[in-house]
């Protein structure tokens, strides 16, 4: 990490003194220095309304656009992922002509799109979520151990991290079942409620009990979790002391249970992932869990026939976290927001410059930077130190970011509660289907999106974009059609093979696109681009159909072919993004 100039200890430490109320001490325990915001109520951390400005406990110089704008993604969240104009003007108490501007500013960013009246988010936004996991380095680490656990017991395995006096999940391996049990990563879940919580509550000081005894009084029913069915009546003082004594047990036992406590039939058990390089080998820094449900096993059949197995997994996992040393960094990032100042010429009052400075702060941390002096987050955004600054002051307000020590500002877990959820259950067909709709818009002919079957021998169609045209090819989601004869199905197999059904393959790899002429039907005319995963591997096909009478095989390559690349690039980009922590079903 580059040196660090004397004056960031002054510098650092000023955001500390000066945001109000977030004194408190951090949730013990947690391995992601998620430290207590402001508000001691809500467990979901919305620590001040979206509409509260810089006039509700606060700090001074804090960004009240960018406060006002994390309050709109965290609705959206709330809402899974969507929600109209007018029900954010409502949800937020933001005047209309605010909300238009704060969402034209992260459709800017394409951070969320606005279709008409409706606004959604995008893949895009789970750049800010990756920025943390990857500082965080716990899933990368460990999830392969997790997916090998899930593969050997058949039963679903989280890895979860605290967010105060709640848990959430930065990893999650299920099982293909009719009874399907996971949750969201990011999802946010009241701790007495689960099997980590009493695990992660065997290190809170009496401020973070305090806390949480506030938080029980204010939401008996916990309503502010909506990642879990509220109670039907409000919690009393013999769950509070139950919550206890499973905490109590926890510490003497070293693993937990949750016996229904989530949910009727929901059952788990959790053992913890002690943390490494930290000077601290007790600490916890995630906590590992088999989640089955009552008709598979009761909670104590979990405790007998499978701790054994998960605790032996958490071994190797706090080996992995003991001989994987540090990464080294890379170089650092620069110039992140160079772009809001051209955006905020063309877009002018509609684009709020502030409001882009400030979530483009999030993205310099990353692997390698979990943790930033306030010169290296202005040397990676390109901002001026007092505007970094003002930020950074914003986010340690609404819990996002904390302060491990004078010098350095770290990212939370809470990050994950911007968008990420309802974003980390997205699939390919979801992902693709807008890019579809703007590229069909352009050239005036169907799209769609196919996958090659698990036999290799047929295409599967995923999703469609129709047009308007009197005649038109008609393809519908779920047509399957033989993959040697269709341009999706070359491209497919062009991965994979170098020949098929006596089909010279090696060119279309090479070139990069694949062109059908009347082979599959007379008067057909397709062509089709590859879609690739992270890795590299082709994993879908984008294509357009027209009758042959409308474009020349050469106006196919020369006015159709770029329009088909340029859109695929922009599909592959969200797709990276969202595959980075996250499993995107292909269908």
Same mark, same amino acid.
């Given at each position: ?64 656009? =960018? ?30 002509? *605010? ?6 500013? !992260?459709?800017r960013?394409?951070? @969320? ?8 988010? *995008?893949?895009?936004? #789970?750049? =800010? ?7 965080l ?12 656990? &899930? ?22 391996? *299920? ?22 919580g ?23 029913? /916990?309503?502010?979790?909506t990642? @879990?069915?509220?109670?039907?009546y ?33 059952v ?14 007790r ?6 869990? @088999? ?16 701790? $054994? ?20 960094p890379?170089? $650092?990032?620069?110039?992140l927001?160079?772009?809001?100042? &051209? ?35 202005a040397?990676?955004?390109? =901002? ?26 770290? !990212?939370?877990?809470?990050? !994950? ?35 090659l ?63 059908? /002429? ?5 008067? =057909? ?20 159909? #027209? ?10 390559? *020369?006015?159709? !072919? ?10 592959? &980009? ?11 079903p292909?269908?």
């Amino acid at each position: 990490m580059p040196a660090k100039p004397t004056n960031d200890a002054h510098e650092a430490a000023a955001p500390r003194a000066e945001a109000t109320g977030a004194a408190a001490a951090p949730s013990a325990g947690t391995g992601t220095g998620a430290a207590a915001a402001p508000s001691a109520g809500a467990g979901t951390g919305a620590a001040a309304a979206p509409n509260a400005g810089a006039g509700t406990g606060a700090p001074t110089e804090a960004v009240t656009p =960018l406060i006002r704008g994390i309050g709109v993604l965290r609705e959206l969240t709330e809402a899974d992922g969507t929600l109209s104009l007018s029900a954010l003007e409502r949800a937020t108490g933001l005047a209309r002509s *605010t909300i238009d501007r704060i969402t034209a500013t !992260l459709a800017r960013m394409d951070y @969320v799109r606005v279709d008409g009246r409706d606004v959604h988010l *995008t893949p895009r936004l #789970m750049e =800010l979520g990756n920025a943390y996991l990857s500082a965080l380095r716990l899933p990368a680490l460990l999830s392969a151990r997790a997916d090998a656990l &899930a593969d050997e017991l058949d039963e679903s395995v989280s890895l979860a991290v605290a967010d105060r006096d709640g848990i959430r999940f930065i990893h999650q391996a *299920t099982r293909r079942r009719a009874m399907s049990l996971s949750f969201r990563i990011g999802d946010l879940l009241p701790a007495e409620r689960t099997a980590p919580g009493p695990l992660f509550a065997t290190q809170w000081t009496d401020t973070d009990w305090q806390r949480w005894r506030d938080r029980r009084a204010s939401d008996p029913r /916990d309503l502010s979790f909506t990642a @879990v069915p509220p109670r039907q009546y409000g919690a009393d003082q013999r769950d509070d002391e139950a919550f206890v004594s499973r905490t109590e047990a926890a510490a003497a036992n070293g693993w937990a249970l949750d016996d229904q406590l989530i949910e009727p039939g929901l059952v788990a058990v959790s053992v913890p992932v002690r943390s490494a390089h930290t000077g601290d080998s007790r600490k916890i820094a995630c906590v590992a869990s @088999v989640v089955s449900h009552t008709s598979r096993h009761t909670a104590d059949d979990l405790r007998t026939t499978l701790l $054994p197995r998960l605790r032996s997994a958490v071994t190797e996992m706090e080996r992995e976290l003991r001989r994987t040393p540090p990464p080294e960094p890379g170089p $650092p990032p620069s110039d992140l927001a160079l772009w809001t100042g &051209a955006s905020k010429q063309q877009l002018g009052r509609d684009f709020i410059e502030s409001l882009a400075r400030g979530l483009t702060v999030l993205t310099a941390f990353g692997e390698g930077r979990p943790e930033l002096t306030l010169t290296e987050v202005a040397q990676a955004t390109g =901002l001026a130190r007092a505007t970094a600054r003002r930020a950074l002051i914003t986010y340690e307000h609404l819990g996002l970011v904390t302060t491990p020590n004078p010098r350095t500002f770290t !990212l939370t877990s809470r990050v !994950l509660s911007l968008g990420f959820p309802p974003l980390s259950r997205t699939s390919l067909p979801e992902i693709a289907q807008p890019h579809l709709s703007d590229l069909t818009s352009r050239i005036h002919e169907p799209t769609a999106l196919a996958v090659l079957s698990d036999p290799g021998e047929e295409i599967q169609y995923t999703a469609r974009v129709a047009t308007g045209r009197v005649m038109s090819v008609n393809i519908t989601v779920g047509t399957r059609r033989p993959a040697h004869a269709t341009a999706p199905g070359r491209v497919l197999l062009a991965d994979t093979a170098t020949d098929h059904e006596g089909l010279d393959l090696t060119s279309i790899r090479s070139q990069g696109y694949a062109l059908v /002429d009347e082979e599959l039907e007379e008067g =057909l005319r397709s062509l089709a681009v590859p879609l690739r995963d992270r890795s590299g591997r082709v994993v879908a096909a984008l294509n357009t159909a #027209m009758h042959a009478s409308r474009h020349t095989l050469r106006e196919c390559v *020369t006015d159709l !072919l770029p329009e088909l690349t340029s859109t695929a690039a922009r599909i592959e &980009a969200d797709l990276h993004t969202a595959g980075r922590f996250t499993h995107v079903p292909l269908t």
